[in-house]
């Protein structure tokens, strides 16, 4: 992790285990990775942010390091992730929680099920079952994995980051198609179906805390500027924040904005 050294954690369930990592000092801060992700996806963020907070970031069940849930639902993975943390924090522990992506849905399913959560961000949510604006179609990397030829494999990760997480290709560096080519081959939860589904609104209709809601302007998975409008509508805490020249992996493609954005909202100033 760039910036400071992480410990690792395995904490184990009702027998599966799950990864965490743990980085910095200070109130507790949960990042959860996207879809075909893995803590990595942090992997500009994490060390910034635990100069102020405990940062706690987990390989979430059925990717990475770590054991898949029980069953292949949202329920089974928030379930088992929920029950982890609270092993390594204790269950009447304050947090706040950001999610990325699928894992913004993750993260919105806790929030509505555990009061200490104080503060929630979601980057480029899924689950908000509303218009999305694709650039073309995702390679199928699989068949290119089995022909054994590396590089056909890192061109086709190239072109995939192109068409759905970054906006500006020439931010495609090697350290993004190596951890999405990693996350992608230890992905074992298929999250595609849950994340086109719409239960994100359910889940921050039970949740009436501060609420951050942050897109790359150039998100293909949705139209942020009409979604933005719709789910902050009726909350009385809700910011919604548009990152210029940004595309999916918005805390990866503007580290440095993002960072700001969340440390300002995370720790906000009083008069």
């Known amino acids: 992790m760039n910036g400071m050294e992480a410990r690792k954690h395995t904490v184990a369930h009702d027998g599966r285990q799950v990864c965490w990592h743990q980085m910095g000092s200070g109130p507790h801060l949960v990042l959860l990775h996207g879809g075909h992700g893995s803590w990595q996806h942090w992997v500009r963020n994490a060390a910034v942010l635990a100069r102020n907070f405990t940062v706690w970031v987990p390989d979430m069940p059925g990717y990475g390091e770590s054991d898949a849930p029980s069953e292949p639902t949202l329920a089974s993975l928030t379930d088992l992730t929920w029950a982890t943390l609270d092993s390594l924090v204790g269950p009447a522990s304050a947090i706040n929680l950001v999610g990325f992506s699928f894992g913004a849905l993750v993260a919105a399913q806790l929030a509505a099920q555990r009061p200490q959560v104080q503060r929630l961000a979601l980057l480029g949510p899924a689950g908000h079952g509303g218009v ?129 954005l969340l440390l300002d909202w995370l720790e906000p100033k009083h008069d």
Not at 208 to 224: A, F, I, K, N, R
């Open 132 to 260: 999305r604006r694709p650039k073309g179609d995702l390679l199928p990397w699989r068949a290119t994995l089995q022909s054994g030829d590396r590089q056909a494999l890192a061109q086709v990760m190239r072109a995939n980051l192109a068409v759905h997480m970054l906006h500006d290709p020439a931010r495609i560096d090697d350290q993004a198609v190596q951890l999405h080519t990693t996350a992608c081959l230890q992905t074992r939860f298929h999250s595609k179906t849950i994340s086109r589904a719409a239960g994100l609104r359910a889940a921050l209709g039970l949740y009436s805390g501060p609420l951050l809601l942050l897109w790359g302007e150039h998100d293909v998975t949705v139209q942020p500027d009409l979604m933005g409008r719709s789910l902050s509508e009726g909350r009385t805490d809700c910011c919604v924040q548009m990152v210029t020249d940004a595309g999916h992996w918005v805390q990866y493609e503007q580290a440095d904005a993002v960072n700001t």
